[in-house]
């Protein structure tokens, strides 16, 4: 079964924490970075994208980089903007955006519990994404960026997250520019703390949903650290990684769209001949372009959207093979149009959900030929990967709110 236990969070002060709150170091530009962080001497990203205070053009994985990170956020203790707490505590975090809410719990996840497999993954990694965040964890000798993780929430868990909230005020609660809500309460009581461990204690998996670098990146700086001190026995802060963890019911993945920039020798009417061939398509003249349902896709081209629909007979129940993004790959991106490996090919693009369908057709406008809009990979098909033990193709899934980096920080010694 899981481990999921409280830490002493370092973390800022109630009136700093609005401006601390930084988006992940992995989703703003070394541009909009510096941006921030010109307008903003309180944002993390000074700790999580230390280059943006050297020199323009310093590069990013030098190790002056992550010493400066480390300067970083020993200077913000000691002005007195992040404070630690006195006990192990666990961490209400609510996220709102467009009316909806989640609610998840920070704490710590077991090393060895990913090594073991009951942390479950459904992305590979790269080694060198990896290597520069084992670097940052081991210099700042800290866990900056919480991984986004779900699981199966007991009733009593929920329960008490919502008592919890009820009775007692939050210790932050501010709207970021981006208008997602963001509110935290300190989960402090003893009683409530063992309740806590005891509840997830009895949970068999949890779920990496976005985060899987930073992940893998915690887990080897602890395989590093227990190398480095062989008499260690399990209970030192470097055998466990900062992650919150929420409801599988409370979440939703939003789409992951593709935008592909010529169509393989092939003019429009060629292509859409093709396309008629291997999909039923009929014309989209519907305000909402998104496609409805799974086994669908909508199509952009030449300035006129289309439905495609999957036939029956190409279907398929396996876990990865019956996902909509596989069966696109599949049936048309590999066969059609040539997209062997859409990792690396740079015929390929991916969009974020978030963008919206007019990104796709700006896209169409400026640099690509044809888009596709997906249907959202679901929790449950997440959920039944991991558990097959195997690996979704790239760009299957995109998770909307972001957690922000700065709020709760795990030291790997105290």
């Known amino acids: 079964m899981a481990v999921f236990q409280a830490f002493r969070a370092l973390r800022p002060t109630p009136e700093k924490a609005e401006r601390v709150a930084a988006l992940p170091y992995d989703v703003v530009t070394e541009e909009e970075a510096r941006e921030t962080g010109d307008k903003n001497p309180f944002s993390f990203l000074h700790v999580d994208r230390a280059e943006i205070d050297l020199p323009e053009g310093t590069d990013p994985y030098d190790s002056i980089v992550y010493e400066k990170a480390k300067e970083n956020l020993s200077a913000m203790e000691a002005e007195g903007i992040f404070i630690q707490d006195e006990k192990s505590c666990y961490y209400i975090y609510e996220l709102t955006r467009r009316g909806k809410t989640q609610t998840g719990i920070a704490g710590c ?32 000798n800290a866990n900056t960026g919480p991984i986004f993780m779900a699981c199966r929430y007991t009733e009593p868990l929920l329960s008490l997250m919502e008592q919890w909230k009820k009775e007692h005020a939050p210790v932050y609660d501010f709207v970021t520019e981006d208008e997602i809500g963001h509110r935290v309460w300190v989960i402090d009581g003893d009683g409530e703390t063992e309740f806590i461990k005891k509840e997830f204690g009895e949970i068999p998996s949890f779920y990496i ?17 227990r190398r480095e ?6 209970k030192e802060e470097f055998n466990f990684f900062l992650s919150v963890l929420f409801p599988e019911s409370e979440l939703k993945i939003l789409d992951y769209n593709r935008i592909v920039k010529d169509l393989n020798g092939m003019t429009e009417e060629e292509f859409l001949v093709k396309m008629q061939e291997l999909f039923d398509v009929s014309e989209l003249n519907e305000t ?49 149009l040539g997209i062997t490996d859409p990792k690396t090919d740079p015929r390929i693009d991916f969009v974020g959900g978030i963008r919206g369908t007019k990104e796709l057709e700006k896209r169409c406008r400026e640099d690509a030929k044809v888009a596709f809009a997906m249907y959202p990979t679901s929790i449950g098909e997440l959920f039944s990967v991991a558990d097959a033990g195997l690996l979704m193709p790239p760009k299957s899934t995109w998770f909307e709110p972001k957690l922000r980096s700065g709020l709760f920080i795990h030291l790997l010694n105290e």
């Open 209 to 225: 949903a976005d985060g899987h670098h930073r992940a893998a990146s915690a887990v080897k700086v602890g395989e590093k650290r």
């Open 229 to 234: 001190h062989p008499g260690y026995n399990g």
């Open 288 to 336: 909402d372009k998104h496609p409805q349902e799974k086994g669908t896709f909508s199509m952009y081209l030449k300035g006129q959207w289309y439905t495609c629909k999957i036939r029956p007979e190409d279907l398929n129940s396996d876990p990865v093979k019956g996902l909509d993004v596989s069966l696109l790959q599949d049936l048309l991106l590999q066969p059609v």
């Open 109 to 140: 996840c077991s090393v060895d519990d990913y090594l073991n497999g009951v942390v479950k993954k459904h992305e590979l990694t790269r080694e060198d994404k990896e290597r520069d965040r084992i670097c940052h964890v081991d210099v700042c």
